[in-house]
């Protein structure tokens, strides 16, 4: 099993040897997986090259910005429509739920080229706006669907206790509900940020401007921009495209395997 | 349930509070997933294209077209071929993992993150890294093949095993989800069942086959709908590793239909016909699952 989870990793650890080679090295035969003498110039060039095409650090910045606005976008709407969802009776509320839930069986390119005259008339291609909101569109169901799952499980004694104090709705969410789910809102972040960092078909049509290109756009560019003898930018490139999820993973691991067991199973 | 009905609704006041709650959530999805799935309908029965403001309507020009694009056909073809070779290395793999994990191995902790990291990594790097390993002359992966004495060869530029190689690196993509949604269901698998087996005399495959797999039935379902309906869009792994080459031998739907709608003829009445016809497979596909597993799904 140890062996088996090590030549799992070996393909990332390669990535981050190969990027630490200087360019000689990296094509030498037996591969050598200590990277002696190391240098650090490949990720210096993606970072600060002038080249339009090269420009990681930009791109870096711009995924960060449309992934946290997504996230943010998706937590909140989410749990406000998952609350009356798990806890008021209305009509329609069946109906509503099961629109939902029915459009997570829909595949996202079956709407790429409708949303993309959707977001150019709005004026919005190449823009953050652009890409955060149908970002968010896409992953708004499926938080729907886990927190929905999360609030049925709360006991109602507090929310009770809370609407005899004249509590109204608004006060019960934010005052005890959302302070009571922050574990699977947590989980929930870290799913919509994940995606959004990681999308690639949508930011591919929807920005033509290099400046506003996400990292896996611009990976993809940058793969174009080197001849394929180039691997050393291109792996410093992908190691750093990995680094923010990477650093989350170590830091929130027990609550990602929890989202991931909500979302999954206990659907 | 008997939370939802505790809820009191005499007040006529708070009638609209439910509707408030969801206002903006659904707002943003009418805009964004209901109200495009619908135009992208209207726009398929159209000569639309990228840039032009002004389109007609051509009725079902654009799937007769559809019947005759032979690499539609072709890309639709490979999609279902992915799809169905894919399935078996995808949904056993990881339920193999996750059992051995299962077994209370030192470090699981560690082991199951090991597999689940490449899931953090975007189809972009994974695809990068492959091609690095992969790489004909100088990647590590036919070095390592030639020094065991196994045959080497360009596994991407060969048309029978393009396919397969693209298959590889999705698995090493994605098994680690599936490993922690096994993993988890496992779990809620009471330890009686199998000490009560063993009793019996039934252990190893036998309770595998007895409790196991009937017990994980709704997590495997799940994880088959999922890779199902993921597989059909596959797009993201053969733009970096092939553009769908060689020849058409790894050409996908949605790699055509990004092809049709912007890069080679901006023709969007076209890839919407294309996406109308993909997703009346997958819904047709999906609901013929469900009605041929739902029949099984009691004991």
Same mark, same amino acid.
């Given at each position: #099993?140890?062996?088996?989870?090590?030549?799992? $990793?070996?393909? +990332?650890?390669?990535?981050?040897?190969?990027?630490?080679?200087?360019?000689?090295?990296?094509?030498?035969?037996?591969?050598?997986?200590?990277?002696?003498?190391?240098?650090? &110039?490949?990720?210096?060039?993606?970072?600060?090259?002038?080249?339009?095409?090269?420009?990681?650090?930009?791109?870096?910045?711009?995924?960060?910005?449309?992934?946290?606005?997504?996230?943010?976008?998706?937590?909140?709407?989410?749990?406000?429509?998952?609350?009356?969802? +798990?806890?008021?009776?209305?009509?329609?509320?069946?109906?509503?739920?099961? %629109?939902?839930?029915?459009? %997570? #069986?829909?595949?996202?390119?079956?709407?790429?080229?409708?949303?993309?005259?959707?977001?150019?008339?709005?004026?919005?291609?190449?823009?953050?706006?652009?890409?955060?909101?149908?970002?968010?569109? $896409?992953?708004?169901?499926?938080?729907?669907?886990?927190?929905?799952?999360?609030?049925?499980?709360?006991?109602? &004694?507090? &929310?009770?206790?809370?609407?005899?104090?004249?509590?109204?709705?608004?006060?019960?969410?934010?005052?005890?509900?959302?302070?009571?789910?922050?574990?699977? %809102?947590?989980?929930?972040?870290?799913?919509?940020?994940?995606?959004?960092?990681?999308?690639?078909?949508?930011?591919?049509?929807?920005?033509?401007?290099?400046?506003?290109?996400?990292?896996?756009?611009?990976?993809?560019?940058?793969?174009?921009?080197?001849?394929?003898?180039?691997?050393?930018?291109?792996?410093?490139?992908?190691?750093?495209?990995?680094?923010? %999820?990477?650093?989350?993973?170590?830091?929130?691991?027990?609550?990602?395997?929890?989202?991931?067991?909500?979302?999954?199973?206990?659907? | 349930?008997?939370?939802?009905?505790?809820?009191?609704?005499?007040?006529?006041?708070?009638?609209?509070?439910?509707?408030?709650?969801?206002?903006?959530?659904?707002?943003?999805?009418?805009?964004?997933?209901?109200?495009?799935?619908?135009?992208?309908?209207?726009?398929?029965?159209?000569?639309?294209?990228?840039?032009?403001?002004?389109?007609?309507?051509?009725?079902?020009?654009?799937?007769?077209?559809?019947?005759?694009?032979?690499?539609?056909?072709?890309?639709?073809?490979?999609?279902?071929?992915?799809?169905?070779?894919?399935?078996?290395?995808?949904?056993?793999?990881?339920?193999?993992?996750?059992?051995?994990?299962?077994?209370?191995?030192?470090?699981?902790?560690?082991?199951?993150?090991?597999?689940?990291?490449?899931?953090?990594?975007?189809? /972009? @790097?994974?695809?990068?890294?492959?091609?690095?390993?992969?790489?004909?002359? /100088?990647?590590?992966?036919?070095?390592?093949?030639?020094?065991?004495?196994?045959?080497?060869?360009?596994?991407?530029?060969?048309?029978?095993?393009?396919?397969?190689?693209?298959?590889?690196? @999705?698995?090493?993509?994605?098994?680690?989800?599936?490993?922690?949604?096994?993993?988890?269901?496992?779990?809620?698998?009471?330890?009686?069942?199998?000490?009560?087996?063993?009793?019996?005399?039934?252990?190893?495959?036998?309770?595998?086959?007895?409790? @196991?797999?009937?017990?994980?039935?709704?997590?495997?379902?799940?994880?088959?709908?999922?890779?199902?309906?993921?597989?059909?869009?596959?797009?993201?792994?053969?733009?970096?590793?092939?553009?769908?080459?060689?020849?058409?031998?790894?050409?996908?739907?949605?790699?055509?239909?990004?092809?049709?709608?912007?890069?080679?003829?901006?023709?969007?009445?076209?890839?919407?016909?294309?996406?109308? /016809?993909?997703?009346?497979?997958? /819904?047709?596909?999906?609901?013929?699952?469900?009605?041929?597993?739902?029949?099984?799904?009691?004991?």
């Amino acid at each position: #099993m140890v062996v088996l989870a090590g030549l799992w $990793l070996a393909p +990332a650890l390669w990535v981050v040897v190969t990027s630490l080679k200087p360019t000689p090295d990296i094509i030498r035969t037996p591969p050598e997986w200590i990277p002696w003498p190391a240098t650090l &110039e490949h990720y210096h060039e993606v970072l600060l090259s002038s080249s339009r095409t090269a420009r990681i650090g930009r791109a870096f910045l711009n995924s960060a910005i449309v992934s946290v606005g997504a996230a943010v976008i998706v937590v909140f709407t989410s749990a406000m429509a998952a609350y009356p969802l +798990a806890r008021m009776r209305f009509p329609g509320r069946d109906l509503i739920f099961a %629109l939902l839930v029915g459009s %997570l #069986m829909i595949p996202g390119a079956v709407v790429l080229v409708p949303q993309y005259v959707l977001t150019q008339r709005l004026g919005w291609l190449s823009t953050y706006q652009g890409l955060i909101v149908p970002e968010a569109a $896409l992953t708004f169901a499926f938080g729907v669907f886990l927190l929905r799952q999360f609030f049925l499980t709360m006991p109602g &004694e507090l &929310e009770d206790a809370a609407r005899i104090d004249g509590a109204n709705a608004w006060d019960i969410f934010l005052r005890i509900v959302l302070p009571l789910s922050q574990p699977v %809102l947590g989980a929930l972040a870290i799913f919509s940020f994940r995606s959004a960092w990681n999308d690639f078909l949508w930011p591919l049509i929807a920005v033509n401007r290099p400046e506003m290109f996400p990292l896996p756009v611009a990976l993809a560019m940058l793969r174009g921009a080197y001849s394929s003898e180039s691997y050393g930018p291109i792996m410093a490139g992908a190691a750093l495209s990995a680094l923010p %999820l990477l650093l989350v993973f170590l830091v929130a691991n027990r609550r990602i395997v929890e989202g991931v067991r909500l979302g999954g199973v206990k659907g | 349930m008997s939370v939802l009905t505790r809820v009191p609704r005499r007040r006529r006041r708070g009638a609209l509070t439910p509707y408030l709650f969801l206002a903006p959530g659904l707002l943003l999805f009418a805009a964004f997933r209901l109200y495009p799935l619908l135009d992208g309908l209207r726009l398929s029965f159209t000569n639309a294209r990228l840039g032009r403001t002004q389109y007609a309507w051509v009725g079902l020009a654009n799937y007769e077209r559809l019947l005759e694009d032979t690499r539609f056909h072709a890309s639709l073809w490979n999609t279902a071929f992915y799809t169905v070779a894919s399935t078996l290395p995808v949904l056993a793999i990881p339920l193999a993992l996750a059992i051995a994990l299962n077994r209370g191995v030192a470090l699981r902790t560690w082991l199951r993150s090991a597999f689940f990291f490449p899931f953090t990594l975007s189809v /972009v @790097t994974v695809g990068l890294t492959w091609l690095w390993l992969l790489d004909p002359v /100088v990647g590590p992966f036919n070095y390592y093949l030639r020094s065991l004495g196994f045959p080497v060869r360009s596994w991407l530029a060969d048309p029978s095993t393009a396919m397969w190689t693209i298959i590889l690196t @999705t698995v090493w993509w994605v098994a680690g989800y599936y490993l922690v949604i096994y993993l988890a269901g496992l779990q809620d698998i009471p330890r009686e069942l199998y000490e009560a087996a063993a009793i019996d005399g039934a252990t190893g495959w036998r309770s595998f086959w007895a409790i @196991t797999l009937p017990l994980l039935r709704p997590v495997l379902l799940f994880v088959f709908v999922t890779h199902i309906i993921g597989s059909f869009q596959i797009f993201g792994q053969v733009f970096i590793l092939t553009q769908g080459g060689p020849g058409d031998a790894t050409r996908t739907a949605v790699q055509h239909l990004y092809e049709t709608a912007f890069q080679n003829f901006f023709h969007f009445g076209s890839a919407s016909a294309m996406a109308w /016809v993909l997703f009346a497979v997958i /819904v047709g596909f999906s609901l013929l699952q469900f009605r041929v597993l739902r029949g099984h799904t009691e004991y």
